[in-house]
């Protein structure tokens, strides 16, 4: 008797997998693929890789607010890796798990997919660089995964206005309820 919730759970997704929605964006290399750009997330946050990390930004939203900020791309991208550098004196990232097990799938109107990717970072957070006093909070987040010109690629999503670059970059977004994130802080 205690293999049959097991058996009930395993036809189940059998039978998800089967379902046309499969059609959405779900085959294995798909979900291959997006397991390893997630590992690749995780790495170069940890390691504060600003260009890394942008190099894994669809290139539509990398042009979108290249746009806005009436910039090129290049100036847009040399501005982010400054910024950064400019921050890593005052935030340390602990850690980043990117949950890809639960990873959910959506299809829009348009009939292209996104997935969501559960994440979880752990930031250190200075007062002054290389202060005594610092504090570490913990954000939980989702991290959204997409094709852009026929390539998957990641992109956290953070607060309103990184949610609104992202729906401006891609209008068929422009309806989805995506998660803020939820950010508390941890005893060190």
Same mark, same amino acid.
Request: avoid cysteine.
């Given at each position: 008797m205690h293999h049959r919730p097991q058996t009930r759970y395993r036809s189940t997704l059998l039978a998800l997998m089967?379902?046309? #929605?499969?059609?959405?964006?779900q085959s294995p290399e798909d979900i291959a693929r997006i397991t390893e750009l997630a590992g690749q997330f995780a790495t170069v946050t940890e390691n504060s890789d600003m260009a890394g990390s942008l190099e894994m930004l669809?290139?539509?939203?990398i042009d979108s607010i290249s746009a806005q900020m009436n910039v090129t791309r290049d $100036?847009?991208? #040399?501005?982010?890796?400054?910024?950064a550098s400019q921050n890593a004196s005052l935030v340390?990232?602990?850690?980043?798990?990117?949950?890809?097990?639960?990873?959910?799938?959506? $299809?829009?109107?348009?009939g292209s997919s996104y997935a969501l990717i559960p994440t979880q970072s752990v930031v250190e957070?200075?007062?002054?660089? #290389? #202060?005594?006093?610092?504090t570490v909070v913990q954000e939980v987040s989702q991290t959204l995964a997409l094709?852009?010109?026929g390539e998957w690629h990641l992109v956290r999503l953070g607060s309103d206005q990184q949610q609104e670059?992202?729906?401006m970059a891609f209008p068929a977004l422009y309806d989805q309820d995506f998660p803020l994130p939820q950010i508390e802080e941890v005893t060190q």
């Open positions: 089967l379902l046309p #929605g499969a059609a959405f964006g669809p290139p539509t939203l $100036e847009y991208i #040399g501005h982010m890796i400054q910024a340390s990232v602990r850690s980043v798990t990117l949950d890809t097990d639960a990873m959910t799938w959506h $299809e829009v109107p348009d957070i200075s007062d002054t660089p #290389g #202060g005594p006093r610092s094709k852009d010109r670059n992202i729906r």
